[in-house]
Every structure is written in structure tokens, then in C-alpha cells.
């Protein structure tokens, strides 16, 4: 198992593990580089002999790339946009999937490429326009891949996507709740969507995750599942 940070949380996942037989590395990469990542894909052959499963979660907002507040996007940088589309689909997504499904052509049983959407990904949300446009080409390109792959190279490397609804972070909080702490407008209006009353937490992803990387889901590739509390089923009436 390896994972692309040496961060604390990675840190502490060795020292637990480790006792049990498990084998883990802790890599740091830029994922802006695409260089760093095809180094990434040979030292983990070299460590691991094979790469099975990969998970792209690399993503998120910039500063800068929201019109909010009265901005319009005339008011964008749009190096900042462009900046947007590469970190979300092409670091996220599209640069991972070409150096990792690499290797995992020769494998006998395959493999699983996880990609990580968005609601965006759906539809559009006001105000994220080169977040909403990345993530609706990661959706796009993970249904590519996953034909490709399979028709073409190795029937048994399945490539799906996992879009997560709305999941408080230090990166999104601010844009959810007041300076109180509390809930602002926009959270209060997103829980409003949701069928299920509340905000996601991490272990919601989990089951999820771990279908589309076993052999449960071997017969599933380009595919997209929202884990959102029904926020994409819901109609609003």
C-alpha cells in the first residue's frame, strides 16, 4: 500500500499498521508535475513489483477561481481558470490515469482506477465555473478510460468515479458557515437539498470505495456513483 504524502496522518497510518504485516510507503509528489508522477509509478513497481488500485484525489478550489460575493466571471483571472482545469482534471485525473494504467496493462487480474468527480461533475454550481467544467471532464474522461482500457488493452482494469456530495473541509468550511462557526446561507440551503438532513463526513465514502476497488465490483467499469444524500435525486419539490 502507498499512498503520494509523507504528511503526519500518512505517518501515523505506518506506525499502526505496520505491526499487523502491513507494507506501506509514504511518497511526496507534486502532482502539478507530471514528471514527479510517472517517478511515482516506477518507484512504486520498484518497491511493490505491480500497481493494483489507484485512487485520484487531487482536486479542490483555488483562490481566486469563485465568482461570489458579487464577483462576475469577468472578474476572474482567467490564468487562474486555466490553472483550475489542469489541477482538477489533468493533475487530478487525466496525468495519474496515463502513468499508473500503465503498468497496470500487464497485470493478470487487472486492476481499479478510481477517479474522484463532483457534483459539478452533474450540474454546474453557481459561481465554480472552471471547477464545474474540470470535473465534468473528469466524469467524460473516466468513461473513456474505462472503454478503452478494457476493449483495447485488458478487459479485467476497470476505471469508475466516485462523485461525494457536500463533505465540510478547512478548504470549503468558510463557504458553508457564518463567522460564528454556525451553518451560513449556503450550507443551510445545501442540507435544505438533501434528503438525508446533513453535511457528509469521511466514513460516508468508505463503503463506496472500498466496492469499486474489490472484486465485488469486477464486473462494473465507467461508472459514476454520487455518495450525496440524495442531493442529485432530488428535484427540489
Same mark, same amino acid.
Not at 512504486?44 to 461570489?68: C, K, Q, W
Not at 490564468?79 to 493533475?91: G, H, Q, R, S
Given at each position: ?36 508522477? +510517472?517517478?511515482?509509478?516506477?518507484? %512504486? ?27 462576475? &466571471? ?11 482545469? =489542469? ?37 454546474? &454550481? ?7 467544467? +474540470? ?11 474505462? %472503454? ?28 458553508? +458557515? ?44 465507467? =461508472?459514476?456513483?454520487? %455518495? ?10
Amino acid at each position: 500500500m502507498c499512498y503520494h504524502s509523507n504528511s503526519e496522518p500518512i505517518e501515523r497510518a505506518i506506525r499502526e499498521l505496520s505491526p499487523l504485516g502491513v507494507t506501506l510507503r509514504g511518497y511526496k509528489i507534486d502532482c502539478m508535475q507530471r514528471e514527479q508522477i +510517472a517517478e511515482h509509478a516506477d518507484k %512504486v513497481m520498484e518497491d511493490f513489483g505491480s500497481i493494483d488500485i489507484v485512487v485520484n484525489t487531487a482536486g479542490g478550489l483555488l483562490p481566486g477561481s469563485v465568482s461570489d460575493n458579487g464577483l462576475t &466571471l469577468f472578474d476572474l483571472d482567467l490564468d487562474i481558470m486555466e490553472k483550475m482545469v =489542469t489541477y482538477n482534471l489533468f493533475a487530478g485525473c487525466i496525468w495519474p490515469c496515463f502513468f499508473y494504467s500503465k503498468k497496470m496493462i500487464p497485470n493478470p487480474e487487472g486492476g481499479s482506477i478510481i477517479n474522484i468527480a463532483s457534483m459539478n461533475s452533474y450540474r454546474p &454550481l453557481e459561481g465554480r465555473a472552471s471547477y464545474a467544467a +474540470a470535473k465534468a471532464g473528469v466524469a467524460n474522461f473516466t468513461q473513456w478510460l474505462a %472503454v478503452h482500457l478494457a476493449k483495447d488493452l485488458n478487459p479485467k482494469i476497470r476505471v469508475n468515479a466516485i462523485a461525494p456530495g457536500f463533505f465540510p473541509s478547512k478548504q470549503n468550511w468558510e463557504s458553508m +458557515a457564518s463567522q460564528t462557526g454556525e451553518l451560513g446561507w449556503r450550507g443551510k440551503k445545501i442540507i435544505e437539498r438533501t434528503p438525508m438532513g446533513r453535511l457528509g463526513v469521511p466514513d460516508d465514502l468508505l463503503g463506496t470505495l472500498i466496492w469499486y476497488a474489490s472484486d465485488a465490483s469486477k464486473y462494473v467499469t465507467g =461508472t459514476m456513483t454520487p %455518495v450525496d444524500g440524495g442531493f442529485t435525486a432530488y428535484a427540489g419539490l
